[in-house]
């Protein structure tokens, strides 16, 4: 979906931590003076802390915060990225509220929602819209769960839709 054509006065803040996909993204929204680009990472609790980021070697535009994937496991080089929090980049950017968060994670959809846990707890997120993908066939880094995502945002007040 191209929100930026369907909703030409939106302001569209895009965050890809992976440098080599960042600067596919960059390249191809240079143009366009309502999206912003950011080369960070959406953590829940770090805000600019370096952390470590596992891309394959054999295309920068496979990425994990989780080192053995079954995307990165086999060929991956570890990077450091930047962090931030949804509720510290909203806070710094002046940002009062979310119209739609699209969120895009590979298995981190958890710890991204509570890095935005104040502007959810306040209702100003409007819509999530989430594709859902567990990386991790072992469970071993617990990430990934629909039903830990599901108690977490029906506490904040939201619900799947399907």
């Known amino acids: 979906m191209s929100f930026d054509y369907h909703f030409p006065s939106s302001q569209i ?6 440098p080599g996909c960042f600067e596919v ?29 596992f891309t394959d070697e054999k295309t920068d535009l496979v990425g994990s915060y989780y080192p053995e994937t079954q995307l990165t496991k086999t060929t ?9 929090t949804i509720d510290n980049f909203c806070k710094k950017n002046s940002l009062d509220s979310i119209d739609i968060l699209r969120i895009d994670v590979n ?9 935005g846990t104040k502007m959810l707890d306040e209702k100003k997120i409007n819509y999530i819209c989430s ?7 072992d469970d ?12 977490f945002l029906n506490l ?7």
């Open 76 to 84: 991956s080089t570890k990077i450091k990225i930047n962090t931030d």
């Open 156 to 162: 904040k007040g939201y619900r799947f839709i399907s």
């Open 25 to 53: 993204l960059k390249n191809r929204t240079k143009d366009k003076k309502n999206v912003f680009i950011n080369n960070i990472f959406l953590s829940s609790g770090l805000i600019d802390v370096p952390i470590d980021f």
């Open 131 to 137: 594709s859902f993908f567990n990386i991790c066939s």
């Open 140 to 151: 071993k880094f617990k990430m990934g769960d629909l039903s830990e995502i599901s108690k």
């Open 107 to 115: 298995g981190y959809e958890l710890e991204t929602l509570i890095s």
């Open 13 to 18: 803040y895009s965050f890809e931590a992976n």
